[in-house]
């Protein structure tokens, strides 16, 4: 991601203690999962039902209390997972989520202020955008991978593909409202590189704690890369 990942203003642990950065958060797996936990002894067995399954990128969201107690316990006891926070909001959530051990970060949408740290932080993230205004002023940053979102709301494939020809420069992860029918759509196109879902985390395997019942469709959610 150019120079996302060489800054070194980072105001949250040092080099010696925060976690490895990856070189970009499209190139991880096909499908990412994103995660809401509201109950963070929920975290690390989820996270290894999902690298199990072959899905080793995971999106905690910030959206619950236990969102950063989760991503500690997954960078602590995961070491498989690459593990991340979503819907990061402003320059405290991206401090917050470095320090638990995210490594990578996404935000639903940007602004100056939070596009600042999310550049300092020194892993590699995904600003939200969903017209293609958004998506010059960003690549007028340097930045070229971005979210889409909300994917379908947005548009879907055929907001994507009107934007290939103009934009080739610009990869995207379309999140929001895709499923299991509808991600080889997205995966298909040239500047697509990864999508965000949920549908391998259904309400009620998690209240069960049917973590097999995960892994398996983790293992199908993979299995669209290949």
Known sequence: MGDVT?????????????????????????????????????????????????????????????????IRAIADEVPDAVIGAGTVLNPEQVDAARAAGSRFLVSPGWSPRLLGAMRDSGVPFLPGVSTASEVVTLLDEGITEMKFFPAEAAGGTAYLKSLAAPLP????????GIGLASAPAYLALPNVGCVGGTWMLPADALAAKDWGRVRELAREAAALGH
């Open 6 to 70: 060489s800054a070194a203003s980072s105001p949250v642990p040092t080099a010696a203690s925060a976690p490895a950065a990856v070189p970009s958060v499209l190139g991880l797996a096909p499908v990412i999962p994103v995660v809401v936990l509201h109950d963070a002894a929920d975290a690390v067995p989820l996270a290894r039902a999902l690298v199990a399954g072959g899905l080793p990128a995971i999106e905690v969201t910030l959206r619950t209390p236990a969102a950063l107690d989760a």
């Open 169 to 176: 420069q610009v990869r995207f992860c379309p999140t929001g």
